[in-house]
């Protein structure tokens, strides 16, 4: 694989698709038959999708592309994106290549456990259950670990340690949780987190008269944050104000907190699910973390430092590298080839990367040109087909789009549809013209 993947990756919008295919072999990230694979359209046999879900009538397809210029703690990457929104990659790609010039990309992950969650709905005594989470807690965990998570134990994870929560119900009755920490090393570890806490409801109960309600996993897992850090030197100063405004924007005002989140994630959930893992699980946990403070607020903040503009991101992004969709679907298998991940924090770091330099991205057009023009240029192709433009065509009603919008800095389907409209009866009255 090529190290440097900023001079292979040069110029590589411009190329036609098999190009851009070839242009990965190339580079040792896409194997022959995968090119294959991707050329004939991606997966087709039923039965895998069998396998998923029930109901199935067939596959539905989101385009899947790369982001290029990524350089993430000193390290070329390629980033594979499933997305249908016109301008993500473009933009991530852009601001990668901006940052790669002018900065740097640093990321880490804080913590290493899932918690797992154990309901005692109406607990009888608090205390008592305190004082027996406190005597049987160890052989509750060494129990779990050896009959159920044996597997990550081996890997060096496994039931870390457990946490006793109370909470006031409406009716004056108190509610307890217990928390049961357990580090899932490179899967995702839900199944094997719901299947420890089922596994222990039994134990406990026993061994402390109370009545367990339910067992499941918590997707606010505030005890594995990935973090990560942009650093932008000698940008003007007039630009890091206006970026630092409109992270505190976000950071103070919820209304705007949910969209610049949104701009966040519009970096994460192409990866999330071109690598197959679960985003709905990220999306929930980033929300929640989100709220932590009572407040809905950005996960994102961006400050200038000197003559630096400093940008982090922090929130809970727990993926898997094993298992699961991740490894039995092969355009999953192929992204997951593209990344070169090596761990599940790896590629949880690779998603806070990603969801920073969209935001800054996001963030960078907002407070200059505004959003629509980049937008909008990159989504005039799609206006060409939603107005019906014939193959031949959609590049010169692209270029008559182009002139409208740079005139009126505004552009909708009607302007497609009337601009096609008219070059159609122009061709028409050329050829009543010419013929004899
Ligand atoms: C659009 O998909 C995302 C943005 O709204 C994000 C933002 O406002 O920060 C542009």
């Given at each position: ?8 990756f ?22 022959e ?21 029930e ?9 899947l ?43 880490s ?29 160890r ?29 006031i ?74 970026i ?68 982090t ?26 990344l070169?991940?090596?761990s ?93």
């Amino acid at each position: 694989m090529a190290t440097n993947l900023d001079k292979v990756f040069q110029g590589f919008s411009k190329l036609s698709y098999p190009e851009r295919l070839r242009v990965l072999s190339r580079a040792g990230l896409l194997a022959e038959e995968s090119a294959e694979y991707l050329q004939e359209g991606g997966l087709k046999d039923i039965s895998l999708g069998e396998k998923f879900i029930e109901n199935v009538i067939g596959y539905f397809q989101i385009p899947l592309g790369v982001a290029v210029h990524f350089r993430i703690d000193q390290r070329d990457r390629l980033i594979p994106m499933a997305v249908e929104e016109t301008s993500i990659v473009a933009a991530a790609s852009k601001t990668a290549k901006w940052i790669r010039e002018k900065g740097r990309i640093e990321t880490s992950c804080k913590g290493q456990d899932i918690i797992g969650q154990i309901q005692f709905a109406k607990v009888q005594d608090f205390q008592r259950l305190q004082k027996t989470v406190h005597a049987f807690g160890r052989e509750w965990m060494d129990l779990a670990n050896r009959e159920v998570a044996f597997g990550l134990v081996q890997r060096g994870g496994g039931v870390t340690s457990l946490n006793l929560r109370s909470m006031i119900r409406p009716d004056g009755l108190t509610m307890a949780v217990l928390h049961v920490h357990m580090n899932p090393c490179d899967a995702m570890g839900a199944n094997v987190i719901n299947q420890v806490c089922e596994f222990l409801k039994g134990p406990i109960e026993d061994a402390s008269g109370e009545k367990i309600t339910m067992c499941i996993l918590s997707n606010l897992v505030d005890t594995k944050i990935t973090e990560a850090t942009i650093t932008l030197n000698e940008i003007s100063a007039e630009l890091a104000e206006k970026i630092e405004e409109a992270s505190l924007f976000a950071e103070l005002d919820p209304y705007r907190a949910a969209t610049n989140n949104k701009g966040v994630l519009n970096g994460i959930d192409p990866i999330l699910i071109a690598t197959g893992n679960d985003w709905r699980a990220v999306e929930a946990g980033v929300h929640a973390y989100a709220c932590r403070s009572g407040q809905y607020r950005s996960i994102t903040r961006w400050r200038r430092e000197g003559h630096q503009l400093v940008g982090t991101l922090q929130a809970p992004l727990v993926v898997g590298t094993v298992g699961g969709v991740t490894t039995l679907h092969p355009t999953a298998s192929l992204c997951m080839r593209l990344l070169e991940v090596s761990s599940a924090n790896d590629l949880s770091r690779v998603l806070a990367a990603a969801g920073l330099v969209q935001n800054l991205g996001a963030l960078r057009a907002l407070v200059t040109d505004g959003i629509i023009e980049g937008h909008m240029r990159l989504h005039l192709k799609n206006l060409t087909l939603g107005a019906g433009a014939r193959e031949q065509e959609i590049p010169i009603l692209q270029k008559k789009l182009e002139e409208i919008l740079t005139l009126r800095k505004r552009i909708s389907l009607s302007h497609a549809v009337e601009a096609l409209r008219e070059m159609r009866s122009q061709d028409a009255r050329r050829t009543e013209n010419i013929s004899p």
